[in-house]
Each structure stands twice: as structure tokens, then as C-alpha cells.
């Protein structure tokens, strides 16, 4: 079964740090995609980033980059220079790609506070 | 990138009524899904909607409680039925899109609070 596991439940930075979002994955597919998106307190779901499991290049979009190392099975996100308005919930997520219509598994989220 | 619409946006319901979602998408798509998060709560899939043929419900969801309609390749009700405090929640409709794999793409949620 596939399952996503982010250990960190909150988590609390001073403006203009760094901060990572861990996210650990299992799965028994060898195909499959990971995400993240960003939940503001107004609810929306906003799709950050969708990574193929055989790009295991690492991305950057700005002050956005994300780590994914499969032989660890990780999918962290790192945040330079945060500003308060990256304060939100954050949820990393696996799917299997059958065909391309398949619900998403998501971990339990990381609440990241960021204080000016 | 697919644009979701869902209404109500909100709701305040009475326990033992039922409420009914809609949710629009702005082009044709096979699946539509359908999640919870409940307060605090990550995202949970209720059921997969395919246009003409029944829901599959996931663990813990029954058709009674939570009956879906799927009438054309771009809209689906869900209907939370016999509302509960429990029942209070964020639901979300999704569909993919993107080829090769998924791209997956959310409303923007109807936030429901049972008294």
C-alpha cells in the first residue's frame, strides 16, 4: 500500500529563514508521481510541484526547491528566505499513474508558521 | 491547468439534513474524485466518480451516506446525507488531467459545519 509519512507536524520560522518540509514515501510501484501543494487558511489546494519517478533531478522555481532522492525514498521541500506569506499548510502526496486517473495518497500535512 | 468551481462555497447545516455539493469543471474528464478533510485533518478520498457507471467508494464510505452523481463528463454532485457534527468538514472535488500521469487538480472546497 502506498503511504506518505511528513514527521513534521508544525513547524515555526523567523522571516527571511530557510526551512525544509520533509516528506517520505513507500511505495511498491516503480512508477509513480509525487506532490506538493500549499493549503492557505483560506482552504484552497494549490499544486506546487508534480515529479515523475524517474526524474530524480532536483527542481528550483524561485525560492521554491525540492529534493528527491530515491534511494531514501524522499521528497523534501526547501523554502529560501521565507516570507510570511508562505505560511500555510503544506502536503506532500504519491500516486500511482494508471493511466493517468488516479486519486492521490497525502500525508498528514506540515503546518509552517512563518513570523515577521 | 483545469478550473474547478464547487458550490456552496459554505454551509451551516442542522444535524439529521442533508446537503448537496456540485462541483463544475471547466472541460470533459473521465474521473472526478471526491475527498474530506476534516478539521485539522490531511485529505481523505471518499470515492472515485466515472461518468456512467456507479461510484467506487473507498474503506469507511457507503453510498448511502455520501451518494454521488456523475451525469456528464464535466459536473458531479456528492451529497453528505443525515449530517452529523462529525460530518463537518472541507470536501473537495478533483480531476486529472495531463498526459502520461496524473496532473491533479482541486476545487477550491466547500467548507460544512453541522450544528
Known amino acids: 500500500a502506498q503511504k506518505v509519512t511528513q514527521a513534521q507536524t508544525e513547524i515555526s520560522v523567523v522571516e527571511k529563514e530557510d526551512v525544509t518540509l520533509d516528506c517520505v514515501y513507500e511505495?511498491?510501484?516503480?512508477?509513480?508521481?509525487l506532490f506538493w501543494y500549499k493549503q492557505p487558511p483560506s482552504g484552497e489546494l494549490v499544486f506546487l510541484i508534480r515529479r515523475n519517478s524517474f526524474d530524480e533531478q532536483n527542481e528550483i522555481s524561485g525560492r521554491y526547491s525540492w529534493n528527491f532522492q530515491k534511494s531514501t525514498s524522499s521528497f523534501n521541500f526547501t523554502i529560501t528566505a521565507s516570507q510570511v506569506v508562505d505560511s500555510a499548510v503544506y502536503f506532500c502526496?504519491?500516486?500511482?499513474?494508471?493511466?493517468?486517473?488516479?486519486?492521490?495518497?497525502f500525508g498528514k500535512g506540515t503546518r509552517l508558521s512563518v513570523i515577521a | 491547468s483545469a478550473v474547478i468551481s464547487q458550490k456552496p462555497s459554505r454551509d451551516i447545516c442542522q444535524r439529521g439534513t442533508s446537503l448537496t455539493i456540485q462541483c463544475q469543471v471547466d472541460?470533459?474528464?473521465?474521473?472526478m474524485f471526491w475527498y474530506r478533510q476534516q478539521p485539522g485533518q490531511s485529505l481523505t478520498l471518499i470515492a472515485t466518480a466515472n461518468q456512467g457507471s456507479e461510484a467506487t467508494y473507498e474503506s469507511g464510505f457507503v453510498i448511502d451516506k455520501f451518494p454521488i452523481s456523475r451525469p456528464n463528463l464535466t459536473f458531479s454532485t456528492l451529497t453528505v446525507s443525515n449530517m452529523s457534527p462529525e460530518d463537518s468538514s472541507i470536501y473537495l472535488c478533483s480531476v486529472t488531467r495531463g498526459s502520461g500521469g496524473n496532473e491533479q487538480f482541486f476545487g477550491p472546497g466547500t467548507r460544512l459545519t453541522v450544528l
Open positions: 472541460s470533459q474528464v473521465t474521473m
Open positions: 511505495t511498491r510501484d516503480t512508477t509513480y508521481y
Open positions: 502526496a504519491l500516486s500511482d499513474p494508471q493511466g493517468g486517473n488516479t486519486p492521490l495518497v
